[in-house]
């Protein structure tokens, strides 16, 4: 099979060291889109070899991130596969195969030092001016590797490696990036330069979407490849995210969020999506909002830039916001009912359109809720000085309520403008702010809100009858 029709296959590989932040899921969610795009297969392979820095709970977390944000996988560790398993805990019986095959061909060896002798190494190379290297301190003869020492990989061939990564071109590093790694560590675990590598392989992975930081270690990996006799697949590295300021890489560290706080905070998983496509990658035009389908059917590896991506979350906001309004009605209510139980799904239909207008997050309904909204369930407490407009008496104010609460039986409430048509020519009469300031601080208690015919409609005929009357009382009882 030529390469032109070779199946695609891409992987995710995360380690279980606690959360997800959004560096890890652009790069799933590349990787992802690249094989739906080709009908390929994209697997999820969880890569726990480093058990003191894995974190109870983290598989669990990845899965349903992953799962939240729509990225599914064709095989891995919940659903199985051909190439299960796929944690590399239970695969140490492949690695130490390929670690036999390096041995017999006498690119391997049991490390025979200490840490002790180790550091006597780079002690020595910062005394002679040099770059340490493992491999000058390299014993010239072995022991048989017991699996008690790690085993460490030995360098066939000290030469410059050339090579071509998908997004940043031609690459290439001379023989100092060359050294002698470590394979399989005392416990028994691979570590990540070689496991990966042999995972890679009997997986089939095409191609491999990576952060910026495995550039330098590339030269290795390729050391290994052409020890193993594999075909590398190809690397596509992917430009770093940057924090808003644009000169550091964001990171666990630096205020990278867990994924899932996304979700708490009331993000939708479509916008999730946009936004993060959007870090490292156009479509060419100037369309900016993208559903999960646009998006795969756009993507392109081509189109992924080598620069950083500075995370804004201004712009986020923005996609949410565009992601919201695209919802059914249906789907804003789902979204909104969690923050708004008490008022019902009559009521909501109506407020719907004015919700909607004012958050760009769902999470925002938490104080919303309370400051813009409440009033249509809990009739507000009035201060009489803000009921008048500007100059205008209390008693006069009274009026004009009182005006426009004589003109309620006869108007018709099925929409706003109805009501805006019986109300608004006796307030051109007299002032719309002389008339429609009472009405709508009458009816909200608040300085700013939607207007009074919007709160007229929402509210019903009886509520503004009996919210008038509460006031005309309360100025001149």
Not at 42 to 52: A, G, H, P, S
Not at 112 to 131: C, G, L, Q, T, Y
Not at 266 to 289: P, R, T
């Amino acid at each position: 099979m030529s390469e032109s029709t070779k199946k695609i296959v891409t992987r995710f590989a995360p380690s279980p060291t606690g959360f997800m932040h959004v560096g890890g899921v652009r790069t799933a969610l590349y990787a992802w889109a690249w094989a739906k795009k080709h009908k390929g297969t994209f697997i999820l392979r969880i890569e726990d070899t480093d058990k003191v820095r894995e974190v109870e709970g983290s598989l669990e977390h990845i899965i349903e991130s992953l799962r939240w944000l729509g990225i599914t996988w064709d095989e891995g560790p919940d659903i199985g596969g051909e190439h299960a398993p796929y944690l590399q805990s239970q695969r140490l019986d492949r690695y130490e195969k390929y670690a036999r095959i390096l041995l017999e061909k006498g690119f391997a060896y049991p490390d025979p030092f200490s840490e002790e002798e180790i550091e006597k190494f780079r002690n020595h190379a910062k005394e002679v001016k040099k770059a340490f290297l493992y491999r000058d301190y390299r014993p010239e003869e072995f022991d048989e590797w017991d699996g008690k020492k790690p085993l460490r990989f030995k360098v066939p061939v000290l030469k410059e490696y050339t090579w071509t990564d998908a997004v940043r071109g031609e690459l290439s590093a001379g023989v100092e990036a060359l050294d002698d790694f470590i394979l399989i560590k005392s416990d028994g675990y691979p570590t990540y330069n070689f496991a990966h590598i042999i995972d890679d392989l009997e997986m089939g992975v095409t191609h491999i979407m990576r952060a910026d930081e495995f550039i330098a270690s590339t030269p290795k990996y390729l050391s290994l490849y052409d020890a193993l006799e594999i075909t590398p697949p190809v690397f596509v590295t992917l430009p770093p995210i940057l924090g808003e300021e644009g000169t550091k890489k964001l990171g666990k560290r630096d205020g990278a969020k867990d994924i899932l706080d996304y979700r708490r905070d009331g993000f939708l998983s479509d916008a999730i999506i946009n936004f993060l496509a959007l870090l490292g990658w156009n479509a060419g035009g100037e369309q900016e909002i993208f559903t999960p389908e646009e998006f795969i059917k756009n993507f392109d590896i081509a189109r992924i830039h080598k620069s950083g991506a500075e995370l804004h979350e201004e712009k986020l906001r923005w996609i949410n916001k565009e992601h919201i309004k695209k919802q059914s009605e249906e789907a804003q209510l789902e979204s909104v009912r969690p923050y708004m139980k008490a008022y019902g799904d009559v009521l909501l239909k109506k407020l719907l359109p004015h919700i909607i207008d004012r958050i760009s997050i769902y999470g925002e309904l938490v104080n919303i809720e309370q400051s813009d909204f409440r009033f249509f369930i809990d009739p507000p407490d009035i201060d009489i000085e803000q009921v008048v407009w500007k100059d205008d008496l209390p008693q006069t104010s009274k009026m004009y309520l009182e005006e426009v609460q004589r003109l309620l039986p006869t108007t018709d409430f099925s929409s706003i403008e109805s009501i805006k048509q019986a109300i608004m020519p006796y307030a051109e009469e007299h002032g719309k702010g002389n008339v429609l300031w009472p009405l709508r601080y009458a009816l909200s208690g608040q300085e700013k809100s939607v207007d009074p015919f919007t709160i007229c409609y929402i509210l019903g005929k009886d509520e503004v009858y009996n919210r008038i009357t509460r006031v005309c009382k309360k100025i001149d009882p």
